[in-house]
């Protein structure tokens, strides 16, 4: 079983656009309790070698230990000390699907949660880029980020499409019918 009902979103997000495929190398920021590592766990993986593919998941709060899954728990990716963590796991490694579910803590004010989410989003879309990123995407690597819909939307949208050749914003079924919330897939 899953550990929150977020897996589901994500098996529709990979329904949807097939994000996964086996032997990909994952990685999940703002991945706690970990049901999205579960999903991806079981779609990058095979019974029969369950370290065909490799995930590593971060987050602030622990992330309790997952078969098949590398864990960075009491992480923030905003840190200079995380990023020097992932590039030690990755080791050189390109990433194939990079996917972002992280809210920040919920303030109330809807523009403000807005504002906070596209930030997050924007920091891990910055690390994929320049010379020497520490997330580095694979060629057709996938970014998956949750945004809150919002003033900054277009722009944050416009940026993305100038850097990837398909982004689509996607809202699952399961996602409440009332949350602003949405998905935006990329692909390079
Ligand atoms: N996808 C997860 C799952 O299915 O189990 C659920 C993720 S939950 C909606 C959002 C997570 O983002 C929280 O656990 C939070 O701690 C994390 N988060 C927020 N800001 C973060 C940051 N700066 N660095 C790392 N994680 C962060």
Redesign the pocket.
């Known amino acids: 079983s899953y550990?929150?009902r977020?897996?589901f979103k994500?098996l529709e997000l990979n329904e949807k656009f097939k994000i996964f495929k086996v032997g990909d190398i994952v990685l999940?920021?703002?991945?706690?309790?970990?049901?999205?590592c579960q999903v991806a766990s079981q779609l990058v993986n095979t019974p029969e070698n369950p370290k065909l593919g490799y995930i590593l998941g971060?987050?602030?709060?622990t992330i309790l230990p997952l078969e098949g899954v590398e864990l960075l728990s009491q992480?923030?990716?905003?840190h200079r000390t995380t990023h020097i963590e992932i590039r030690k796991r990755l080791n050189d490694r390109k990433i194939n699907v990079l996917m972002s579910?992280?809210?920040?803590n919920a303030s109330g004010v809807h523009e403000c949660d807005h504002e906070r989410i596209i930030r997050?989003c924007r920091t891990v879309f910055n690390l994929t880029q320049g010379e020497r990123p520490i997330l580095p995407l694979a060629e057709n690597g996938k970014f998956i980020c949750k945004v809150f819909d919002g003033h900054h939307r277009a722009d944050f949208i416009k940026e993305l499409r100038a850097n990837f050749t398909r982004v689509k914003s996607f809202k699952p079924n399961t996602s409440r019918d009332e949350s602003t919330e949405f998905y935006v897939f990329c692909q390079k």
């Open positions: 550990r929150a977020s897996a994500l999940d920021v703002g991945a706690a309790p970990g049901s999205w971060i987050d602030l709060q992480a923030d990716i905003t579910d992280m809210a920040p997050l």
